[in-house]
């Protein structure tokens, strides 16, 4: 059983910054996809980043430009690093690893707070 654990998470004051991992129990290739959802109190899980096996890269709308994903293959790590933080980025960050022949493995989660 894949197991995906973050870490990272925390309380900042906004325009801050913050720094997630999420660590693999193994190899991060073999996943087509690994990304970032975030669910906030009282409303939907949403997609924040992903990084492809290939290395290429996406954001949603909300945070691009000011959050970047990124990865060390060696660690089987993937990082989330949140720039100029808001108070709407509050919520818990999930890790996700996708396999398009197994299904998709999520990290317990990791609580970031921005508030002054």
């Known amino acids: 059983q894949v197991q995906l654990v973050e870490s990272g998470g925390g309380l900042v004051q906004p325009g801050g910054s913050l720094s997630l991992s999420c660590a693999a129990s193994e190899s991060i290739l073999r996943f087509n996809t690994m990304g970032w959802y975030r669910q906030a109190p009282g409303k939907e899980r949403e997609w924040v980043a992903t990084?492809?096996?290939?290395?290429?890269?996406a954001y949603s709308d909300s945070v691009k430009g000011r959050f970047t994903i990124s990865r060390d293959i060696a660690k089987n790590t993937v990082y989330l690093q949140m720039n100029s933080l808001k108070p709407e980025d509050t919520a818990v960050y999930y890790c996700?690893?996708?396999?398009?022949?197994?299904?998709?493995?999520w990290g317990q989660g990791t609580q970031v707070t921005v508030s002054a």
């Open positions: 996700q690893a996708a396999d398009y022949d197994t299904g998709d493995f």
């Open positions: 990084i492809t096996q290939g290395g290429s890269r």
